[in-house]
Nanobody, 120 residues
Framework: VQLQASGGGLVQAGGSLRLSCAASGRTFGAYGMGWFRQAPGKEREFVTAISTSGGSTYYADSVKGRFTISRDNARNTVYLQMNSLKPEDTAVYYC??????????????WGQGTQVTVSS
């Protein structure tokens, strides 16, 4: 599975962005999907994940109520809608395919990352 993340950019605090992650291959629906982020000088951290069917979702406490993950298995794409963005959300965001849990080690495939910068 190859993953291509897009949709990052520069936004003011309080604004919104929608990230997309397009997957190649015919087995997209067999993978749980996750989004992680890494800020400069910090370790990569879990943001959110979604089960294969989309029926279950998981969020880090820091984004709960502001971010929404969804997927379209017909389009081989997972989305991350980010609302009420804060400067501390600034990071490179990575999508990943695997078991769909909150641990990076449970993911087998990673996208290249897309930069999100939130100005105050």
């Amino acid at each position: 599975v190859q993953l291509q993340a897009s949709g990052g950019g520069l936004v003011q605090a309080g604004g919104s962005l929608r990230l997309s992650c397009a997957a190649s291959g015919r087995t997209f629906g067999a993978y749980g999907m996750g989004w992680f982020r890494q800020a400069p000088g910090k370790e990569r951290e879990f943001v959110t994940a979604i089960s294969t069917s989309g029926g279950s979702t998981y969020y880090a406490d820091s984004v709960k109520g502001r971010f929404t993950i969804s997927r379209d298995n017909a389009r081989n794409t997972v989305y991350l809608q980010m609302n009420s963005l804060k400067p501390e959300d600034t990071a490179v965001y990575y999508c990943a395919a695997g078991y769909g849990l909150k641990y990076a080690r449970t993911y087998d495939y990673w996208g290249q990352g897309t930069q999100v910068t939130v100005s105050s």
